[in-house]
């Protein structure tokens, strides 16, 4: 079974079983088990019934779905920050964001993906077991990433020639939209269905609108010279929502690409 690819589990609870307990990945005994088949097993059941196994099954999927939209969102999202900045420096007289507001980027993107393990998961990732799969990662990585970079030069592009945005004015554009699409993208990336019959949890979806909303009124707080941002004018708030909009669907096409390309491995 192993050299099939499946993860084997042996149940057991004489001397006998003992061995294969042992090699088996899960060994699973019983409390009236004898001394040597307890000591060989992974998990002692105390109730005549398996049921407990399923749910540490399904808890089990569950977590790992979740984890994996975190490395999906992680890797991306800082592998197409990597790019824009890069980029920026090459043309700009200036950083393009401050070291300080980085920071608070990082800080409330954090915040927004704290509630990722909370997240519901679809129904049909729970009905097979899955593995880690580093392709698929790269591919999110690869992909995903230079696709928000388009936006991050698109925006660039739009504070400099169309708003003649100023150094301060073009750290608080950037750091809007850099905030609500890195954020917002999370309703797209955590399904590998469609993202409008998939619902997240309550907590994941709070979290997440409540920092999208904060990158766009942030600059008009009265504390927000301390991070070195200006207000902005309201058509370029239009701006970040059109192009939020348009990201998402993109970053939702090379999605169901790449889940198509890695189909046969999930």
Known sequence: MRARGHTVGFLGDGINDAPSLRAADVGISVASAVDVARDAADIILT????????????EGRKAFANVMKYLFMGTSSNFGNMLSMAAASLFLPF????PTQILLNNLL????????????????YLKRPHRWNFSLIRSFMIFIGPVSSIYDFLTF???????????VQFHTGWFVESLATQTLVLFVIRTMGNPLRSRPGKFLAATTSAVAAVALVFPYLPFAGVFGFSTL????????????????????VVKRTIFRAHLADL
């Open 47 to 58: 109730k005549r019934s398996l049921h407990v196994l399923h749910l540490g099954i399904r």
């Open 95 to 98: 950083l393009p964001m401050l």
């Open 109 to 124: 993107y954090d915040l927004a993906q704290i509630s990722i393990p909370s997240d519901n998961v679809d129904a049909g």
């Open 157 to 167: 592009y739009v504070l400099l020639r169309v708003f003649h945005a100023t150094e």
């Open 233 to 252: 004018p309201i058509s370029y708030l239009g701006y970040v929502l059109g192009a939020t909009l348009t990201y998402l669907v993109l970053v939702e």
